[in-house]
C-alpha cells in the first residue's frame, strides 16, 4: 500500500461546480415564454413545433430546451426556424435573452449562440 494517503490520489482532482440560481416562478415564466414562441410560429409561418411542443409538456420547458442544447444534432425546429430566416424563432434566441440567464449554463447559452451565428 505504500504511505499515500487518501487525500493524495484526491488531490489533482478538479472539480467543477454549476449552480443555476433558478426559481420555479422562473421555470414557470421561461415555459409562458416557450409556449408564446411556438405560438407565434405556427400563427406567423403555419409551423407546428410537434416535437418541441410534446418534450415541453413531457419534461418542462427548461429540462426540454436543455436537453435539445446538450444534444450535438442540431433540432428540426432550429433548422426550420433558419431555412424561414426566422431566428427569432427558436429556442436558442430566447435562451440568450437575458432574463433567462439562470435557467442555463454558460456552456448551454454558449451552445445556442454559436447555432445562431452559424
Known amino acids: 500500500m505504500g504511505n499515500d494517503s487518501p487525500n493524495d490520489e484526491v488531490e489533482n482532482v478538479e472539480v467543477q461546480v454549476v449552480?443555476?440560481?433558478n426559481t420555479p416562478q422562473d421555470e414557470a415564466a421561461f415555459e409562458t415564454a416557450c409556449l408564446n414562441l411556438l405560438a407565434q410560429a405556427r400563427r406567423e409561418l403555419n409551423y407546428h413545433a410537434t416535437r418541441i411542443h410534446a418534450m415541453i409538456l413531457e419534461h418542462g420547458a427548461v429540462h426540454a430546451t436543455r436537453r435539445l442544447l446538450d444534444e450535438p444534432k442540431?433540432?428540426?425546429g432550429f433548422v426550420n426556424m433558419m431555412l424561414r430566416n426566422r431566428p427569432d424563432l427558436t429556442?436558442?434566441?430566447?435562451?440568450?435573452?437575458d432574463?433567462?440567464?439562470?435557467?442555463?449554463t454558460e456552456g448551454q447559452r454558449l451552445t445556442a449562440r454559436e447555432r445562431l451565428l452559424g
Open 74 to 76: 442540431i433540432h428540426d
Open 99 to 104: 432574463e433567462w440567464v439562470d435557467l442555463f
Open 19 to 21: 449552480v443555476l440560481r
Open 91 to 97: 429556442l436558442e434566441a430566447l435562451v440568450l435573452h
